[in-house]
């Protein structure tokens, strides 16, 4: 099993639609989260942290279910410039800091 | 804040030649660099981990004779790809840690390397 599994999508919506992504990890231990976004031929960008207690920013909500060992990124009202790929990145904390991301999850906007 | 820059953005060099990479955290200090690269529609591939002053960690796979990384400074880290091939061409980003209680990464703008 891979350490970290993103499903590569193409997810294909229209303008406004409100689209979901899972990541799901394998090390127990890990214990900081994030969501990045990545354009085409561009360097990710970080979109937000993943909290225990959840977070949101705007149309952008992140979760975290340490149970069954999955993040999960909500987008509402989807604009055409959400278009890009989202990479999910997880890691332990503390002096071995490796962060392990995901191969990413592809988002197409449609009008 | 949080800006992480790299040079160059593009190369196009000759095969048997090398090539510097230089990353560069501009508004703060960063204890920990992470050099990737990244091939057409491929994910991320984490390529080396350096802190400052010590030897870069690298990833299983990764020739550090080749890819030789320096980190002579807490702003300052870069990769050489020494003798580059054609399959050297890839999409090299360097990312920044804040450290601390911190563990957001920070992206370069990337390097696009094309040997031929």
């Known amino acids: 099993r891979k350490e970290v599994e993103q499903d590569p999508g193409p997810f294909n919506v229209p303008e406004g639609a409100t689209v979901a992504f899972n990541c799901t990890y394998s090390n127990s231990a890990s214990q900081s989260f994030f969501w990045y976004r990545q354009d085409c031929r561009k360097e990710p960008k970080l979109l937000m942290s993943?909290?225990?207690s959840g977070n949101e920013d705007g149309r952008f909500t992140a979760q975290l279910n340490r149970a069954s060992q999955y993040i999960s990124l909500l987008i509402r009202d989807s604009k055409l410039s959400d278009s890009a790929t989202y990479l999910c990145v997880v890691a332990p904390s503390g002096g071995s800091y490796i962060p392990t991301f995901g191969r990413g999850t592809s988002l197409i906007v449609h009008p | 804040g949080a800006v992480v820059s790299q040079h160059p953005s593009w190369v196009i060099c000759k095969s048997g030649t090398s090539v510097k990479i230089e990353c560069r955290s501009l508004?703060?200090?960063?204890?920990?660099m992470f050099w990737y690269r990244q091939f057409p529609k491929q994910s991320l591939m984490l390529m080396a981990t350096s802190n400052e002053g010590s030897k870069a960690t690298y990833e299983q796979g990764v020739e550090k004779d080749k890819f030789l990384i320096n980190h002579a400074s807490l702003t300052l880290s870069t990769l050489t790809v020494t003798s580059a091939h054609p399959e050297d061409s890839s999409f090299y980003i360097c990312s920044a840690r804040v450290g601390g209680g911190a563990y957001e990464q920070y992206f370069g703008p990337g390097t696009r390397l094309t040997v031929t």
């Open positions: 508004d703060f200090q960063a204890t920990t």
């Open positions: 993943v909290y225990s």
